[in-house]
């Protein structure tokens, strides 16, 4: 059985019946659509690297979520405090969107210190920025059980890799892993586990100097990073000394900013937890 020629007319004819080729603006009209077509992949693709960071969190429980319309200062017995608290997140999530530095939210526990870490990283999302939320008990947690399943130390390596990247990462309740704080304050207090200490160090320089990569990148374009390379948000129920008796200042200096108008006391807040999920 030969096989059958079939006849194939004019370009012309192939695509009239779709588009009209003689139209004088089918080429603008093409170039918009293609415009159009790489906008609609370039916003997935960023959408996709921030769902990508989210879903590398570590949560202590189920994932959280906070909005600027969640914070209501009403509710508190010091009104003023907790609106300029909620004002001053607002403002430093926004400054965070075209510049690198760190945060530092102190207080005791159930003040809401989490509640607005989170609301600046709605707000850096919203923003194109990718965050990922790190319990400090948590790594501590996966740092510790990684010898027992081999699965975890590569978890562990994993989000290792992505706390390094991060455009903003939200190291919460930080101090809380080595323990109370009459604990942290006695004699025989050396720190945390060494490996623990390690980690942490590794992240804090990595964010704060840059990593390897960073480093050979600005050396080729001749310029110099700026400190921190980028920006990290630290809750903690403990003071800077204790923090440093946990770690050391070495560690703890390269995570917590000593600049007056990116440091959130909540000395004077009330523990909320009782009547909220703050």
């Avoid at 009403?74 to 001053?88: D, S, T």
């Amino acid at each position: 059985m030969g096989i059958q020629k079939v006849e194939f007319g004019s370009l012309n004819d192939l695509f009239s019946e779709h588009v009209d080729i003689n139209d004088p603006h089918l080429k603008e009209r093409a170039e918009k659509r293609n415009q159009k077509m790489v906008e609609m992949y370039n916003r997935q693709a960023i959408e996709n690297r921030i769902r990508l960071y989210q879903d590398k969190s570590l949560w202590e429980g189920a994932p959280l979520k906070f909005g600027v319309d969640d914070w209501q200062p009403n509710r508190r017995k010091n009104v003023k405090q907790a609106r300029e608290l909620g004002n001053k997140a607002y403002k430093l999530a926004h400054q965070m969107v075209n510049k690198s530095f760190n945060v530092v939210m102190s207080g005791l526990a159930g003040v809401g210190k989490t509640s607005l870490a989170l609301m600046m990283a709605e707000i850096l999302q919203q923003h194109d920025k990718t965050v990922m939320f790190v319990s400090a008990d948590e790594l501590f947690r996966l740092c510790n059980d990684q010898y027992d399943f081999p699965e975890l130390k590569a978890k562990l390596r994993d989000r290792m890799h992505f706390m390094n990247y991060a455009d903003v990462l939200i190291l919460d309740d930080l101090g809380a892993e080595a323990g109370s704080v009459k604990q942290v304050n006695s004699k025989d207090f050396n720190g945390v586990r060494r490996d623990m200490q390690r980690l942490i160090y590794d992240i804090a320089s990595h964010r704060f100097e840059g990593t390897k990569e960073d480093k050979i990148k600005a050396n080729k374009k001749g310029i110099e990073l700026t400190h921190p390379v980028r920006s990290t948000i630290i809750t903690t129920n403990n003071v800077q000394e204790e923090l440093e008796r946990i770690y050391n200042s070495r560690t703890i200096s390269r995570l917590i900013t000593m600049k007056p108008e990116h440091r959130l006391a909540f000395n004077d807040m009330e523990d909320m937890r009782k009547e909220s999920d703050l």
